[in-house]
C-alpha cells in the first residue's frame, strides 16, 4: 500500500509537540514498513525553509530545551527513504524562492499532485 | 470471506472544542447502523474522547439538574456506537495513540479502548477497504 500524506495544517502544537505531529507520525509509521510520500500544501510549504530556529521559549523558569526541529525532521524523513514534496504554487504564493528549501524537497505542480494522488492508494490530508 | 466493508478513521480533535467531533461520530454512526467494520485510530486530542471519567453535569444557565441536562458525553458515544455496530454484526475498534493519552495523563479509558501506536494506524489502513483522516484545523 502507498499512502500520501498532505499536510496543510502549519505549526499545530509544534512549540508542545517538539515537533509536527503528522511529520511525527509519518517517522513512526515508516519504522514499521510504510510506503509513505509527503506533500506539503498551503501554509505547511513553510516547514521546508531551511534555518528555521524555534528556540528560546521561556516561561518563568521553565525553558524548552529541545525545540522543535522541522529542517531536522523532514531531512531524517528523506534519508529514511521518505520523498518530500511542496506544492510549487503554494510556495510562490508565499513568496518562498526555491533557494531557501531544505536541500532535497522537491517542487510539485498541481498536474504532478494530481498524478501523486493518482498514484498512491491512499491519500491522507492533514 | 465477507463483503462487509471495513473502514479505518483517523481522528485528532479533542472532545467539547469543535463541530468536527459530532460530525465524525454522525460518519460513526453510519457506519455501525450498516453493520461496517470500524477501526478508529484516535490521535493528539482525540484520545480524551474515550476517557472513562468524564462527568456529566447540571446546567444553571438552562435550569436544569445533572439528571434532566442529560450532557452528552463522548465516551458514552463510543459505548453506544460499539453495541449498535455489534448488534448489527459489525464491530468497533477504538486504537488510543498511547504517548498522546500519556502526555495528556487520559489513561482511564472505557472497556474495549486499546492502546496503541501509528505502526497500528498503518496495519488497520492497510487492512481496510478504505480510509480517511480528520485532522484538527
Redesign the interface.
Known sequence: ?K?LQIVE?AY??TIEEQDD??LW?SH??K??G?DLTVALRGNAVNYAVKGQAAGGLTFGNWHQTQPPDIEQDLTSLMEKGIQVYVVEVDLRHRGIPTDKLVTGVGLLSFDDFVDLIEDSD?I??? | MTDTPTLTF?F?DPPFETGRTATFFRLLDICARRGYHIKVFA??GAVALPFSQQKPHANAVHGRDASEENHPLPKDWIAALTEEAERNGGSLNWVNCGLCVDERGVNAAIDGVSRG???D???L??AST??L?I???
Open positions: 500500500m499512502a495544517a499545530r502544537g505531529t503528522i507520525l513512526a509509521m519504522g514499521v510504510a491512499r491522507w490530508h492533514w | 483517523a485528532m490521535y493528539e501506536s501509528p505502526a494506524f498503518w496495519k489502513a492497510a478504505n480510509s483522516v485532522p484538527t484545523r
